[in-house]
Each structure stands twice: as C-alpha cells, then as structure tokens.
C-alpha cells in the first residue's frame, strides 16, 4: 500500500514536470497574423499612399474657447466625505483648483510649441493614419544609431517619453550607440486614427508597429513599452521574434496557467519563488486580490462598456481630469489615497499633467482609447494565447517599486526565457519615463548593450 502511494505521487510528479516541460521541448509555433488586416473605412482601401507626411500639433482657438467654457460652466461639485484623501476617488475639493489653473494659466500656445518640439509624422498604415514622433541623434560617425520603438499605454501618451526622449537621442557616456527613438501614439490613443471595427487588440497593433518600423526602413528593432506598451511589446516579441532585437519593459508581466501556479505556490512558500526583501511586493496574496477588487473597477468597465463611460468623459474636461490624473495619483504611489491631493504634485508638475490630458481632449480620444480593454477581452484575443508562447527576444524588466504588480525573474522566465536580467528600484511608479525619465533612460542603454552583447556572442558561437 505505502509502496502504491509513493508510487502514485512520483507519477503525479512526473506528470506535471512533464506537462511543464513539454512547451520546452516542442513550442508552439506563434500564429500567422494578416500583415494587411484593414482597420479604416472600407471606401478608403487601395486609395491610401504610404508616404510619411510632418505633422504638428495644433490646439486650435475654436478647441481652446471651448475646452474653456466648459471648465469655466462646470456645475457645483458634490463635495468630498469628511477627512478623506483619494480613497473614493479623485477628491472633488481639488478639482476647482485644477480646472483653474487649466483654464487661466495653463498656457496653450507654449504648450503647443513644447509639443512640436521633436520632428512628428502622420503615415497610412493599415487604413489608420498613425502619428508618431521620430528623433534621430545627432553623433559623430563612429556612434552607432540604433532604431528603438517606444510604446506608451493608458491613460498615458507620448508625452510620457518628452522628458527622457533627448537622453536617449544623445550619447551617453560610456557607451558606443544612441538610439533613433520613433515613439506612436496607439491606434485609437491620441493623434493616430482608431480602427472603425472591433478587433484591433495588442496583436494587431503589434502588426501595425512591425509596419511602422518597416516602413521607416527598420527591418530589425529593439522595443520598449510599459502598460499597454508593455502589453504591445510582449505581443511583438512573441509575433516577431526575428524582427524584434530585444525588449525592454517597465511592466514586464507574464500571465499564463505556470505563473499562476508559482504564484499560488509563492503564496504559503514564498522563499521558493521570490527573495525575500521583495516578498511583500507579492504576499499576502489576500492583499493583492483586495488590491485589483478595490483599484480595478475601471478596467472591467472599459473592457465592458467603454462607450458608456466615453459619452461623460468626452463631454466633460473636469470629469475627464478626475478620471485619468486619479490614476496618475494611486499608479505612481499607492499611498497617494490617503492624500487629499493626492500627492500629484510631488512627482509631476501641473502642466505634465495637463499635456497629457490635452492630448486626449483635443483628440477626443478618451473612448477609443478605453476600447482597448475591450479588444483585449475579447475571445479572439484569448484564443491567440500569447502569454502561453514562448519568445526568444532577449529580454529585461525595470521593476518599479510602486509598479501595479511585481513579478519574479523565475515567473517571468516562463515566458520570457531569454529574460536577460532585471533592475529592481526602491522608488518610481508606473509612469516611469515620465517620471523618473534619467534613471529609465540609464537603464534602457544598459539592457539594450547586454542585449548587443548577446547577439555578438550568439554570431560568434
Ligand atoms: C489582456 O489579455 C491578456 C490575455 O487574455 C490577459 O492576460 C491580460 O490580463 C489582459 N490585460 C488587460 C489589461 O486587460
């Protein structure tokens, strides 16, 4: 009987080492997308060129005087509980002071001419104009350009990247190359058209990049994204594993039936999955289910009925201030709640801020945007089973202290083998370009030279 058991349960473990081990042996390849899916209009197929137009950002004297009636009509607010921060939401006592300084001070001519600061290009990709910013480096021959894609997320912009976009662009010292940074707004985010029916996810898009950067004459590419960017890049490291030359990302996070096993295993034996000075950025995982159930609510409603939620929004700039700066509040630190500013001001100035909420009224792009999450939940979305694939892209996470999750290099490797290395902060939140953008452009050139390094050693073997 004692010798059946023992028997039994060394079969078990067979099993699942082997029901672990068997992606290993024999990866799936990943699935075929159609390089050519049209998102525009269908009167428009065949009649777009693909040339690259400049662009420039314009905030027009009709969009400003409106955009200033509304703040100046905004009804009464309901005012805040007493002795509460941000736990309910955006505290409602700081909203005058805001939709002031946006419709006095914030001065929209200077803005505009910080926007068009870098050269932008619109170009036809798909049915969808695409805008993006393009800076190539100004260096000495002997430095070698190196083209990196940028991806931003939400309720981010590119305006997430001004600040660290001229570190990247020059060289840093110490090393041989500076990158060429091209840096979309997404499909449906900002100055780039939305697709005009259901389908366009994180896949997709990745498609629509693979064409952007090839039609900018990159063939091979190094990426970088956080949010949804982070999601966009996992697809494209999966999708195009020749192409893609390495993946750098602030929101590296693998979510497949593995990782959720070691996850739950972590939970009653942490020391097996992670060190134990970063445990609690883990555990109790009691604290990380209240955590989504108390701070996601937005998502499953954006995944759900995105459209609903729009109609408030893209009608009112108060109420689209409250929604987007309550995430910059909580995602950059989330003892910001207890905050009745919200601590806003401590990583960000107010006009940071406020371009980046300028970029999706202007564009009234809240909705499109929203709609991401919906694409994302969708059944053809999950069928594609991303998370499941492996990618072979050389790869490296920058873990953020307040990032929304944290995963272990052994979780992230389920995916992610060639997870080349990880720096772990004390400090910086989930917009870090934006806020952090020295410490985050250091760490880019530093994954992005081991990642050279792996390839020189990878020809010379
Ligand atoms: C997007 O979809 C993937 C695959 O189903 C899932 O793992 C991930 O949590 C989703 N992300 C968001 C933000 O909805």
Same mark, same amino acid.
């Given at each position: 009987?004692?010798?059946?058991?023992?028997?039994?349960? %060394?079969?078990?473990?067979?099993? =699942?080492?082997?029901?672990?081990?068997?992606?290993?042996?024999?990866?799936?390849?990943?699935?075929?997308?159609?390089?050519?899916?049209?998102?525009?209009?269908?009167?428009?197929?065949?009649?777009?060129?693909?040339?690259?137009?400049?662009?420039?950002?314009?905030?027009?004297?009709?969009?400003? @005087?409106?955009? @200033?009636?509304?703040?100046?009509?905004?009804? &009464? %607010?309901?005012?805040?509980?007493?002795?509460?921060?941000?736990?309910?939401?955006?505290?409602?006592?700081?909203?005058?002071?805001?939709?002031?300084?946006?419709?006095?001070?914030?001065?929209?001519?200077?803005?505009? +001419?910080?926007?068009?600061?870098?050269?932008?290009? *619109?170009?036809?990709?798909?049915?969808?104009?695409?805008?993006?910013?393009?800076? +190539?480096?100004?260096?000495?021959?002997?430095?070698?350009v190196i083209p990196?894609?940028?991806?931003?997320?939400?309720?981010?912009?590119?305006?997430?990247?001004?600040?660290?976009?001229?570190?990247?662009?020059?060289?840093?010292?110490?090393?041989?190359?500076?990158?060429?940074?091209?840096?979309?707004?997404?499909?449906? #985010?900002?100055? !780039?058209?939305?697709?005009?029916?259901?389908?366009?996810?994180?896949?997709?898009?990745?498609?629509?990049? @693979?064409?952007?950067?090839?039609?900018?004459?990159?063939?091979?590419? #190094?990426?970088?994204?956080?949010?949804?960017?982070?999601? =966009?890049g !996992?697809?494209?490291?999966?999708?195009?594993?020749?192409?893609?030359?390495?993946?750098?990302?602030?929101?590296?996070?693998?979510?497949?039936?593995?990782?959720?096993?070691?996850?739950?295993?972590?939970?009653?034996?942490?020391?097996?999955?992670?060190?134990?000075?970063?445990?609690?950025?883990?555990?109790?995982? !009691?604290?990380?289910?209240?955590?989504?159930?108390?701070?996601?609510?937005?998502?499953?409603?954006?995944?759900?009925?995105?459209?609903?939620?729009?109609?408030? %929004?893209?009608?009112?700039?108060?109420? /689209?201030?409250?929604?987007?700066?309550?995430?910059?509040?909580?995602?950059?630190?989330?003892?910001?709640?207890?905050?009745?500013?919200?601590? %806003?001001?401590?990583?960000?100035?107010?006009? &940071?801020?406020?371009?980046?909420?300028? $970029? #999706?009224?202007?564009?009234?792009?809240?909705?499109?945007?929203?709609?991401?999450?919906?694409?994302?939940?969708?059944?053809?979305?999950?069928?594609?089973?991303?998370?499941?694939?492996? !990618?072979?892209?050389p790869?490296?996470?920058?873990?953020? *202290?307040?990032e929304?999750?944290?995963?272990?290099?052994?979780? /992230? +490797?389920?995916?992610?083998?060639?997870?080349?290395?990880?720096?772990?902060?004390?400090?910086?939140?989930?917009?870090?370009?934006?806020?952090?953008?020295?410490?985050?452009?250091?760490? $880019?050139?530093k994954?992005?030279?081991?990642f050279?390094?792996?390839?020189?050693? *990878?020809?010379e073997?």
């Amino acid at each position: 009987m004692g010798k059946l058991v023992i028997l039994a349960v %060394l079969a078990a473990i067979a099993g =699942i080492a082997t029901w672990f081990a068997l992606p290993f042996i024999f990866p799936e390849a990943p699935p075929q997308l159609d390089p050519n899916e049209w998102w525009g209009p269908n009167d428009l197929k065949g009649k777009v060129d693909d040339s690259i137009k400049p662009f420039q950002v314009k905030f027009s004297d009709e969009m400003i @005087k409106d955009l @200033k009636t509304r703040l100046q009509n905004k009804r &009464q %607010l309901v005012p805040p509980l007493e002795g509460v921060g941000f736990e309910y939401g955006f505290n409602t006592k700081q909203i005058d002071a805001w939709v002031k300084y946006w419709s006095e001070e914030y001065k929209f001519a200077e803005r505009e +001419k910080f926007f068009n600061k870098f050269p932008q290009y *619109k170009t036809n990709i798909q049915g969808l104009d695409i805008h993006f910013i393009r800076v +190539k480096p100004q260096v000495k021959p002997s430095v070698t350009v190196i083209p990196l894609l940028l991806m931003h997320g939400w309720p981010g912009s590119v305006r997430e990247f001004y600040e660290a976009i001229p570190l990247l662009t020059k060289q840093a010292s110490g090393y041989d190359f500076a990158f060429e940074v091209v840096v979309p707004s997404l499909p449906g #985010y900002g100055f !780039s058209d939305a697709a005009v029916r259901p389908g366009l996810g994180p896949a997709q898009i990745a498609v629509v990049f @693979k064409n952007l950067m090839n039609r900018l004459g990159h063939k091979k590419f #190094y990426i970088q994204g956080g949010d949804w960017g982070a999601i =966009i890049g !996992s697809n494209m490291a999966t999708l195009f594993q020749n192409e893609v030359l390495g993946f750098h990302s602030n929101m590296l996070f693998v979510q497949n039936g593995c990782a959720h096993f070691r996850n739950l295993i972590g939970a009653f034996f942490p020391s097996l999955i992670v060190e134990s000075h970063l445990a609690d950025r883990m555990y109790p995982l !009691s604290k990380f289910f209240a955590y989504l159930m108390e701070e996601f609510g937005y998502l499953h409603i954006q995944a759900t009925k995105p459209d609903t939620v729009g109609v408030a %929004l893209s009608d009112s700039p108060s109420g /689209l201030l409250s929604y987007i700066l309550e995430k910059f509040s909580t995602w950059t630190r989330f003892e910001n709640r207890a905050l009745a500013d919200g601590g %806003l001001s401590s990583r960000f100035s107010k006009d &940071q801020l406020l371009d980046n909420l300028m $970029v #999706y009224w202007t564009t009234n792009s809240i909705t499109t945007s929203m709609r991401l999450y919906a694409e994302n939940w969708s059944n053809k979305n999950r069928a594609l089973g991303i998370d499941r694939l492996y !990618s072979s892209v050389p790869t490296w996470a920058l873990q953020a *202290k307040n990032e929304l999750a944290y995963q272990p290099p052994n979780i /992230l +490797k389920l995916k992610f083998y060639n997870l080349q290395g990880v720096t772990v902060l004390d400090e910086g939140g989930h917009f870090i370009a934006f806020e952090m953008p020295q410490v985050f452009a250091d760490d $880019v050139f530093k994954a992005v030279r081991i990642f050279r390094d792996w390839h020189k050693q *990878k020809t010379e073997w």
